[in-house]
């Protein structure tokens, strides 16, 4: 069964740093384009960040650019994000998503196939 199992979520104070983990099973993760998405309740879910199948291709929303840093281990099976610097406006549940189309940089939600089941990452002091 192909499932998708985010981690790392938690409480931090403004300026902190968090890194969640995306861990793939009943597939291999380098066949497919990862990205990472946001939702808070009664929003549209946003993309965050976007990583190629080899992690030679990263992709950002402006709003996380400089702070946030992407990457995969697919030796692990895992792919990562990084977030320094964390604001208030960063509380969300995170998702990730992988792709098995070939949409390079897709930031676009409807453009992913398989998600997670979300991890809270909440910024407040």
């Known amino acids: 069964q192909l499932q998708l199992v985010e981690s790392g979520g938690a409480l931090v104070q403004p300026g902190g740093s968090l890194r969640l983990a995306c861990a793939a099973s009943?597939?291999?993760?380098?066949?497919?384009?990862i990205g990472w998405f946001r939702q808070v309740l009664g929003k549209d879910r946003e993309g965050v960040s976007y990583i190629s199948r080899s992690g030679g291709t990263t992709n950002y929303a402006d709003f996380v650019k400089g702070r946030f840093t992407i990457s995969r281990d697919n030796s692990k099976n895992t792919v990562y994000l990084q977030m320094n610097s964390l604001k208030p406006e960063d509380t969300a549940v995170y998702y990730c998503a992988a792709m098995s189309g070939y949409y390079s940089g897709s930031l676009i939600a409807y453009e992913y196939d398989y998600w997670g089941q979300g991890t809270q990452v909440t910024v407040s002091s």
């Open positions: 009943g597939f291999t993760l380098d066949n497919y384009a």
